[in-house]
Protein backbone atom coordinates (compact mmCIF):
# COMPACT_ATOMS: atom_id res chain seq x y z
CA UNK A 1 0.00 0.00 0.00
CA UNK A 2 2.77 2.23 0.54
CA UNK A 3 4.18 2.05 -2.69
CA UNK A 4 1.15 2.35 -4.42
CA UNK A 5 0.82 5.77 -2.49
CA UNK A 6 4.29 6.73 -3.12
CA UNK A 7 3.30 5.84 -6.87
CA UNK A 8 -0.02 7.96 -7.05
CA UNK A 9 2.65 11.25 -5.22
CA UNK A 10 4.78 11.14 -7.91
CA UNK A 11 2.18 11.12 -10.44
CA UNK A 12 0.52 14.08 -8.88
CA UNK A 13 4.02 15.53 -8.74
CA UNK A 14 4.63 14.99 -12.66
CA UNK A 15 1.30 16.34 -13.13
CA UNK A 16 2.08 19.31 -10.94
CA UNK A 17 5.09 20.09 -12.80
CA UNK A 18 4.09 19.54 -16.24
CA UNK A 19 0.28 21.12 -15.87
CA UNK A 20 1.05 24.11 -17.93
CA UNK A 21 2.05 22.30 -21.16
CA UNK A 22 -1.13 20.58 -22.82
CA UNK A 23 -1.60 18.17 -26.58
CA UNK A 24 -4.90 17.90 -27.89
CA UNK A 25 -5.87 14.71 -30.36
CA UNK A 26 -9.07 16.31 -32.57
CA UNK A 27 -10.59 15.31 -35.67
CA UNK A 28 -13.03 15.83 -38.31
CA UNK A 29 -14.91 13.03 -41.01
CA UNK A 30 -17.01 13.78 -43.21
CA UNK A 31 -18.95 11.23 -45.45
CA UNK A 32 -22.02 11.38 -47.70
CA UNK A 33 -23.88 10.60 -51.19
CA UNK A 34 -23.78 12.49 -53.79
CA UNK A 35 -25.44 12.66 -57.18
CA UNK A 36 -24.19 15.25 -59.90
CA UNK A 37 -26.62 14.77 -63.62
CA UNK A 38 -24.86 15.09 -66.64
CA UNK A 39 -21.20 13.95 -66.48
CA UNK A 40 -18.72 13.48 -69.23
CA UNK A 41 -15.65 11.06 -68.09
CA UNK A 42 -13.87 9.59 -70.95
CA UNK A 43 -16.44 7.48 -73.49
CA UNK A 44 -19.23 7.48 -70.89
CA UNK A 45 -21.84 10.03 -70.12
CA UNK A 46 -24.72 10.27 -67.72
CA UNK A 47 -25.56 10.69 -64.20
CA UNK A 48 -23.12 10.06 -61.40
CA UNK A 49 -24.28 8.67 -57.52
CA UNK A 50 -21.85 8.40 -55.95
CA UNK A 51 -19.88 7.45 -51.87
CA UNK A 52 -17.52 10.32 -51.17
CA UNK A 53 -15.88 11.64 -48.20
CA UNK A 54 -14.16 14.86 -46.90
CA UNK A 55 -16.83 17.06 -49.25
CA UNK A 56 -18.11 19.05 -46.70
CA UNK A 57 -14.45 19.88 -44.86
CA UNK A 58 -11.76 17.54 -45.27
CA UNK A 59 -11.21 14.23 -43.23
CA UNK A 60 -8.85 15.01 -40.74
CA UNK A 61 -6.92 13.62 -37.23
CA UNK A 62 -4.27 15.90 -35.65
CA UNK A 63 -2.42 17.06 -32.47
CA UNK A 64 -2.30 20.71 -31.26
CA UNK A 65 0.06 21.42 -28.44
CA UNK A 66 0.71 24.61 -26.30
CA UNK A 67 3.55 25.14 -23.75
CA UNK A 68 3.24 27.94 -21.47
CA UNK A 69 5.96 29.88 -20.53
CA UNK A 70 4.64 32.68 -18.33
CA UNK A 71 4.10 36.30 -19.05
CA UNK A 72 1.37 35.41 -21.46
CA UNK A 73 3.71 33.85 -23.61
CA UNK A 74 3.92 29.81 -25.12
CA UNK A 75 5.18 27.86 -27.52
CA UNK A 76 2.21 26.23 -30.02
CA UNK A 77 2.53 23.62 -32.29
CA UNK A 78 0.24 21.78 -35.00
CA UNK A 79 0.85 18.53 -36.64
CA UNK A 80 -2.30 17.97 -38.99
CA UNK A 81 -2.90 14.75 -41.24
CA UNK A 82 -5.72 14.43 -44.25
CA UNK A 83 -6.96 11.31 -45.40
CA UNK A 84 -9.99 9.85 -47.22
CA UNK A 85 -12.62 8.29 -45.20
CA UNK A 86 -13.91 6.42 -48.03
CA UNK A 87 -11.10 4.27 -49.02
CA UNK A 88 -8.22 5.35 -45.85
CA UNK A 89 -5.88 6.79 -48.38
CA UNK A 90 -3.77 9.55 -47.16
CA UNK A 91 -4.65 12.98 -48.39
CA UNK A 92 -2.55 15.97 -49.75
CA UNK A 93 -0.62 13.42 -51.97
CA UNK A 94 0.38 11.06 -49.41
CA UNK A 95 2.01 13.57 -47.45
CA UNK A 96 1.76 11.93 -42.98
CA UNK A 97 0.40 15.25 -42.50
CA UNK A 98 -0.26 17.08 -45.29
CA UNK A 99 -2.60 19.63 -44.64
CA UNK A 100 -0.88 21.15 -41.58
CA UNK A 101 2.88 21.11 -39.90
CA UNK A 102 4.27 24.16 -38.10
CA UNK A 103 5.29 25.39 -34.26
CA UNK A 104 6.17 28.65 -33.30
CA UNK A 105 5.39 31.14 -30.50
CA UNK A 106 2.56 33.37 -29.28
CA UNK A 107 2.21 36.43 -26.88
CA UNK A 108 0.88 39.64 -26.32
CA UNK A 109 3.21 40.59 -29.42
CA UNK A 110 1.72 38.70 -31.93
CA UNK A 111 1.70 34.82 -33.42
CA UNK A 112 5.02 33.35 -35.20
CA UNK A 113 4.49 30.35 -36.91
CA UNK A 114 7.06 28.21 -38.91
CA UNK A 115 6.70 25.23 -41.15
CA UNK A 116 4.07 23.48 -43.98
CA UNK A 117 0.94 26.19 -43.53
CA UNK A 118 -2.29 27.80 -45.08
CA UNK A 119 -1.62 31.28 -46.23
CA UNK A 120 -4.55 34.13 -45.20
CA UNK A 121 -6.57 33.41 -47.97
CA UNK A 122 -6.98 30.17 -46.99
CA UNK A 123 -7.42 30.11 -43.15
CA UNK A 124 -9.27 33.26 -42.87
CA UNK A 125 -10.98 34.44 -46.04
CA UNK A 126 -13.14 31.39 -45.90
CA UNK A 127 -15.24 33.23 -43.03
CA UNK A 128 -16.94 35.27 -46.31
CA UNK A 129 -17.48 32.29 -48.47
CA UNK A 130 -20.80 29.72 -49.18
CA UNK A 131 -18.61 26.83 -49.32
CA UNK A 132 -16.98 27.11 -45.49
CA UNK A 133 -20.31 29.01 -43.60
CA UNK A 134 -22.54 25.78 -44.84
CA UNK A 135 -21.50 22.33 -45.19
CA UNK A 136 -21.77 23.23 -48.74
CA UNK A 137 -17.85 22.38 -48.77
CA UNK A 138 -16.38 21.14 -52.52
CA UNK A 139 -19.97 21.72 -53.73
CA UNK A 140 -19.24 25.25 -54.20
CA UNK A 141 -15.60 25.86 -54.15
CA UNK A 142 -15.95 24.60 -57.72
CA UNK A 143 -16.12 27.99 -58.77
CA UNK A 144 -13.56 29.61 -56.65
CA UNK A 145 -11.10 26.62 -57.54
CA UNK A 146 -11.81 27.28 -61.26
CA UNK A 147 -12.07 23.36 -61.24
CA UNK A 148 -13.46 23.40 -64.99
CA UNK A 149 -10.81 25.06 -66.18
CA UNK A 150 -7.99 22.74 -64.56
CA UNK A 151 -7.16 24.56 -61.52
CA UNK A 152 -5.41 27.16 -62.96
CA UNK A 153 -6.45 30.55 -61.17
CA UNK A 154 -7.98 28.74 -58.07
CA UNK A 155 -8.67 31.46 -55.47
CA UNK A 156 -7.26 29.54 -52.61
CA UNK A 157 -10.36 29.97 -50.35
CA UNK A 158 -11.16 26.59 -50.34
CA UNK A 159 -7.72 26.06 -48.80
CA UNK A 160 -4.22 25.80 -50.26
CA UNK A 161 -0.98 24.88 -47.90
CA UNK A 162 2.49 26.77 -48.44
CA UNK A 163 5.57 24.94 -47.94
CA UNK A 164 8.41 26.28 -45.85
CA UNK A 165 6.38 29.26 -44.63
CA UNK A 166 7.03 31.82 -41.88
CA UNK A 167 3.69 33.54 -41.11
CA UNK A 168 2.89 36.23 -38.44
CA UNK A 169 -0.35 37.82 -37.22
CA UNK A 170 -0.56 40.43 -35.12
CA UNK A 171 -2.48 40.77 -32.17
CA UNK A 172 -6.31 42.71 -32.34
CA UNK A 173 -5.59 46.47 -31.57
CA UNK A 174 -8.68 49.05 -31.70
CA UNK A 175 -10.98 46.12 -33.78
CA UNK A 176 -7.85 45.69 -36.08
CA UNK A 177 -4.92 42.91 -36.81
CA UNK A 178 -2.46 42.36 -39.98
CA UNK A 179 -0.30 39.72 -41.16
CA UNK A 180 2.22 38.56 -43.22
CA UNK A 181 3.23 35.30 -44.43
CA UNK A 182 6.91 34.20 -46.46
CA UNK A 183 7.17 30.96 -48.16
CA UNK A 184 11.00 30.54 -49.14
CA UNK A 185 11.22 28.74 -52.52
CA UNK A 186 14.47 27.37 -51.19
CA UNK A 187 16.19 27.71 -55.19
CA UNK A 188 20.11 27.99 -54.57
CA UNK A 189 21.25 31.22 -56.00
CA UNK A 190 17.23 33.18 -55.93
CA UNK A 191 15.68 33.82 -52.87
CA UNK A 192 12.47 35.04 -55.46
CA UNK A 193 12.38 31.77 -57.09
CA UNK A 194 9.48 29.51 -56.38
CA UNK A 195 8.60 31.58 -53.36
CA UNK A 196 5.60 32.92 -52.12
CA UNK A 197 4.21 36.01 -50.11
CA UNK A 198 1.12 36.88 -48.23
CA UNK A 199 -0.81 39.82 -46.37
CA UNK A 200 -3.61 40.30 -44.55
CA UNK A 201 -5.89 43.28 -42.76
CA UNK A 202 -8.46 42.35 -40.47
CA UNK A 203 -11.27 44.43 -38.97
CA UNK A 204 -14.26 43.41 -36.39
CA UNK A 205 -16.48 45.75 -34.59
CA UNK A 206 -19.37 43.91 -32.63
CA UNK A 207 -21.55 41.77 -35.11
CA UNK A 208 -19.49 43.28 -38.55
CA UNK A 209 -16.21 41.91 -39.80
CA UNK A 210 -13.88 42.24 -42.95
CA UNK A 211 -10.74 40.99 -44.36
CA UNK A 212 -8.29 42.82 -47.44
CA UNK A 213 -5.81 40.05 -48.34
CA UNK A 214 -2.84 39.69 -50.91
CA UNK A 215 -1.34 36.62 -52.28
CA UNK A 216 1.52 36.31 -54.77
CA UNK A 217 3.53 33.22 -56.11
CA UNK A 218 6.38 32.85 -58.17
CA UNK A 219 7.09 30.52 -60.96
CA UNK A 220 3.72 28.71 -61.11
CA UNK A 221 3.39 25.42 -62.76
CA UNK A 222 1.25 27.68 -65.58
CA UNK A 223 4.12 29.78 -66.36
CA UNK A 224 4.88 33.21 -64.87
CA UNK A 225 3.68 34.95 -61.67
CA UNK A 226 0.19 34.34 -59.99
CA UNK A 227 -1.48 37.90 -57.99
CA UNK A 228 -4.29 37.43 -56.10
CA UNK A 229 -6.41 40.23 -54.34
CA UNK A 230 -9.41 38.86 -51.87
CA UNK A 231 -11.85 41.13 -50.06
CA UNK A 232 -14.78 39.81 -47.84
CA UNK A 233 -17.35 40.77 -45.14
CA UNK A 234 -19.94 39.52 -43.15
CA UNK A 235 -22.50 41.04 -40.56
CA UNK A 236 -24.78 38.80 -38.32
CA UNK A 237 -27.47 40.39 -37.08
CA UNK A 238 -29.93 38.04 -34.94
CA UNK A 239 -30.16 34.65 -36.00
CA UNK A 240 -29.25 35.70 -39.20
CA UNK A 241 -25.66 35.86 -40.65
CA UNK A 242 -24.98 37.88 -44.15
CA UNK A 243 -21.74 37.53 -45.82
CA UNK A 244 -20.14 38.12 -49.41
CA UNK A 245 -16.36 38.14 -50.78
CA UNK A 246 -14.81 39.29 -54.25
CA UNK A 247 -11.50 37.98 -55.65
CA UNK A 248 -9.23 38.04 -58.65
CA UNK A 249 -6.88 35.80 -59.93
CA UNK A 250 -4.12 36.67 -62.72
CA UNK A 251 -1.49 35.11 -64.27
CA UNK A 252 1.38 36.82 -65.51
CA UNK A 253 3.07 33.97 -67.84
CA UNK A 254 1.40 32.78 -71.40
CA UNK A 255 -2.18 34.81 -72.26
CA UNK A 256 -2.40 36.76 -69.11
CA UNK A 257 -5.00 34.52 -67.74
CA UNK A 258 -7.27 35.91 -65.37
CA UNK A 259 -10.77 35.23 -63.14
CA UNK A 260 -12.94 37.58 -60.82
CA UNK A 261 -14.74 35.50 -58.82
CA UNK A 262 -18.06 37.25 -56.55
CA UNK A 263 -20.14 35.41 -54.43
CA UNK A 264 -23.25 36.49 -51.49
CA UNK A 265 -24.48 34.41 -49.38
CA UNK A 266 -27.08 34.22 -45.95
CA UNK A 267 -27.64 31.48 -43.45
CA UNK A 268 -30.49 31.99 -40.83
CA UNK A 269 -30.89 29.79 -37.93
CA UNK A 270 -34.47 28.34 -37.68
CA UNK A 271 -33.99 26.47 -34.14
CA UNK A 272 -30.81 26.11 -32.04
CA UNK A 273 -30.56 23.02 -34.23
CA UNK A 274 -31.75 23.59 -37.76
CA UNK A 275 -29.45 26.05 -40.10
CA UNK A 276 -30.61 27.14 -43.54
CA UNK A 277 -28.23 29.02 -46.16
CA UNK A 278 -27.06 29.69 -49.66
CA UNK A 279 -25.76 31.58 -51.96
CA UNK A 280 -24.72 32.64 -55.34
CA UNK A 281 -21.47 32.99 -56.94
CA UNK A 282 -20.70 34.42 -60.27
CA UNK A 283 -17.22 34.35 -62.20
CA UNK A 284 -15.76 36.66 -65.20
CA UNK A 285 -12.57 35.63 -67.51
CA UNK A 286 -10.69 37.10 -69.98
CA UNK A 287 -9.20 36.14 -73.34
CA UNK A 288 -13.13 35.04 -74.37
CA UNK A 289 -13.97 32.58 -71.98
CA UNK A 290 -16.98 34.47 -70.79
CA UNK A 291 -18.40 33.70 -67.59
CA UNK A 292 -20.01 31.05 -65.08
CA UNK A 293 -22.37 31.41 -61.88
CA UNK A 294 -23.72 28.84 -59.30
CA UNK A 295 -26.17 28.45 -56.99
CA UNK A 296 -26.19 26.66 -54.03
CA UNK A 297 -29.09 26.09 -51.14
CA UNK A 298 -28.18 24.22 -48.11
CA UNK A 299 -29.81 23.04 -45.04
CA UNK A 300 -27.90 21.58 -41.90
CA UNK A 301 -29.20 19.94 -38.80
CA UNK A 302 -27.24 19.10 -35.38
CA UNK A 303 -27.71 15.89 -33.42
CA UNK A 304 -25.02 17.28 -30.99
CA UNK A 305 -22.56 19.39 -30.82
CA UNK A 306 -20.16 17.15 -32.78
CA UNK A 307 -22.52 15.87 -35.31
CA UNK A 308 -24.66 17.16 -37.93
CA UNK A 309 -26.74 15.94 -40.94
CA UNK A 310 -27.18 18.00 -43.93
CA UNK A 311 -28.47 18.12 -47.69
CA UNK A 312 -27.31 20.25 -50.29
CA UNK A 313 -28.71 21.02 -53.89
CA UNK A 314 -26.48 23.09 -56.47
CA UNK A 315 -26.70 24.37 -60.18
CA UNK A 316 -23.84 25.38 -62.15
CA UNK A 317 -23.46 27.68 -65.63
CA UNK A 318 -20.67 28.04 -67.60
CA UNK A 319 -20.69 29.92 -70.98
CA UNK A 320 -16.55 28.69 -71.86
CA UNK A 321 -16.15 25.08 -70.35
CA UNK A 322 -18.47 22.05 -69.64
CA UNK A 323 -20.00 23.00 -65.76
CA UNK A 324 -18.46 21.50 -62.92
CA UNK A 325 -20.64 21.70 -60.13
CA UNK A 326 -18.27 20.05 -57.45
CA UNK A 327 -14.31 20.58 -56.83
CA UNK A 328 -11.98 17.97 -56.35
CA UNK A 329 -14.22 15.04 -56.13
CA UNK A 330 -16.65 15.88 -59.25
CA UNK A 331 -16.47 15.45 -63.04
CA UNK A 332 -17.20 18.15 -66.35
CA UNK A 333 -20.53 18.08 -67.44
CA UNK A 334 -21.34 17.34 -71.63
CA UNK A 335 -23.05 20.98 -71.46
CA UNK A 336 -22.89 24.08 -70.10
CA UNK A 337 -25.31 23.54 -67.08
CA UNK A 338 -25.00 20.72 -64.34
CA UNK A 339 -26.75 20.01 -60.72
CA UNK A 340 -25.67 18.12 -58.08
CA UNK A 341 -26.80 17.51 -54.74
CA UNK A 342 -25.75 15.84 -51.65
CA UNK A 343 -26.68 14.38 -48.14
CA UNK A 344 -24.31 13.61 -45.86
CA UNK A 345 -23.12 13.69 -42.30
CA UNK A 346 -20.04 15.34 -40.47
CA UNK A 347 -18.82 14.23 -36.73
CA UNK A 348 -15.92 16.56 -35.15
CA UNK A 349 -13.56 14.88 -32.34
Not at 35 to 44: D, L, Q
Not at 106 to 123: C, E, H, K, V
Not at 250 to 277: F, H, K, N, V
Request: hydrophobic fraction near 40%.
Amino acid sequence: MKNVLLALCSMLWVASSYGQSSVTLYGLMDAGITYTNNVESGKTHGADLQFTSGSAQGDRWGLRGAEDLGDQEKIIFVLENGFQLSNGALGQGGLEFGRQAYVGGAGPWGTLTLGRQFDFIGDQMFAYAIGANTPAGLLAWSLPAYAAGGYSLDNRVWGDQVNNAVKYMSPVVAGFSAGAMFGFGNTPGSIAASSSQAYIVNYRQGSFSASLAYFGQHDVKTGGNSREFAGGASYEIGAAKMFAMLTDVRLTGGDQARATTAEAGMTYRLTPALMLGGGAQFQKRNNGLGSANQLTLVSDYSLSKSTDVYVIAALAHDHAFGAQVQAALGSPSGSDVQTGARIGIRHRF
